[in-house]
Nanobody
């Protein structure tokens, strides 16, 4: 079993930046691909970005391409999501998740963190 803990969320103005972190512990070898998802109130969960611990990827949703960057620190077992040029529509709870294979579908991810709130004010 792998445990995922997100941090770094908060309140930021439009155009601002935040960096989310996802610390993985436990059987990290069982989750070779790490993804970030988000869910806004009243909306379905959506894929944001993914990367593998070995560097495969990264891949991004069109809505964040060019503004968000996913990266990982293998030594620390941490996956980051650098978010720049934030917009009010980026407001959501952000989750990191782990999967055995590359996917943009949340249902393919078996391990999930508790989520961190990101709020972008206009």
């Amino acid at each position: 079993q792998v445990q995922l803990v997100e941090s770094g969320g908060g309140l930021v103005q439009t155009g601002g930046s935040l960096r989310l972190s996802c610390a993985a512990s436990g059987r990290t070898s069982s989750n070779q691909f790490m993804g970030w998802f988000r869910q806004a109130p009243g909306k379905e969960r959506e894929f944001v970005a993914r990367i593998s611990w070995t560097g495969v990827g990264p891949n991004y949703a069109d809505s964040v391409k060019g503004r968000f960057t996913i990266s990982r620190d293998n030594a620390k077992n941490i996956v980051y999501l650098q978010m720049n040029s934030l917009k009010p529509e980026d407001t959501a709870v952000y989750y990191c998740a782990g999967a055995l294979f590359p996917s943009i579908r949340g249902s393919d991810y078996g391990s999930w963190g508790q989520g961190t709130q990101v709020t972008v004010s206009s």
